[in-house]
């Protein structure tokens, strides 16, 4: 089965610090994404990496910014955390080789997080 | 743009009650669409999709059919059970990236 980690469950940081949110995947997936889940909004897409070291903005990357120095691992930066952006994190990964197909996306428990 | 409707919730039934979770979608070109489900305390896990006009996805007693006339792809189930209970989400995608509605919270009470 794919497995896709998420460093922590629960988070609580002040405004201003920096947070990193970290994601693991074990089946060797090209892409990884980072979406962040808001209530009446759905999912949004923040960040995502089609392979090492390269990375692409989603739909709201302000605030953010990614790393992906490994293949199996896309961690997502918050500079300086604020309020607004405390939300679900959840990091997800595919692969066109997967039996899915490209667009099968496989996501982690995430990580909910919240800036006082 | 892209997009997708689905009905808001929570849409609250009885076990073995049947169950439809409308879906729309508004998209340039022809679309993969799926449903994910993510129960409480967990991500989301496919739960079905149909890459097609007039596919049918189906998984866990869980059906959609991709509708191009009607631009729908609504989930049904004849007989839900309480561990149903959970968010449902419909999605579509035209390259890697999925665009998300805005999820429906099912509740199944015994």
């Known amino acids: 089965d794919v497995k896709v980690t998420q460093s922590s469950r629960y988070l609580v940081k002040r405004t201003g610090e920096k947070v990193f949110l970290e994601c693991v995947q074990d089946?060797?997936?090209?892409?990884m994404f980072w979406y962040r889940q808001d209530p009446g909004l759905g999912l949004r897409l923040i960040y995502f990496?089609?392979?090492?070291?390269?990375?692409e903005k989603g739909d709201i990357p302000e605030g953010y910014s990614v790393s992906r120095e490994k293949k199996e691992r896309f961690s997502l930066i918050l500079e300086s955390a604020s309020t607004n952006q405390t939300s679900m994190y959840l990091c997800?990964?595919?692969?066109?080789?997967?039996?899915?197909?490209?667009?099968?996306?496989?996501f982690g428990p995430g990580t909910r997080l919240t800036v006082t | 743009g892209n997009s997708v409707t689905q009905m808001e919730g929570p849409v609250t039934l009885s076990e073995e009650a049947f169950l439809t979770i409308n879906c729309t979608y508004t998209?340039?070109?022809?679309?993969?669409l799926f449903w994910y489900v993510q129960y409480p305390g967990e991500g989301l896990q496919l739960l079905l999709k149909?890459?097609?006009?007039?596919d049918k996805g189906s998984n866990k007693g869980f059906e959609a059919t991709y509708r191009k006339e009607t631009t729908s792809f609504h989930l049904e189930k004849g007989s839900v059970q309480v561990s149903d209970s959970a968010v449902y989400f419909c999605?579509?995608?035209?390259?890697?990236?999925?665009?998300f509605g805005t999820g429906t919270r099912l509740q199944v009470f015994p």
């Open positions: 997800a990964s595919s692969s066109p080789r997967s039996s899915g197909g490209r667009y099968e996306q496989y």
């Open positions: 990496s089609y392979d090492v070291k390269m990375k």
């Open positions: 999605a579509l995608t035209l390259t890697d990236k999925l665009i």
């Open positions: 998209a340039t070109g022809y679309p993969s």
């Open positions: 089946m060797d997936h090209e892409n």
């Open positions: 149909a890459t097609k006009a007039d």
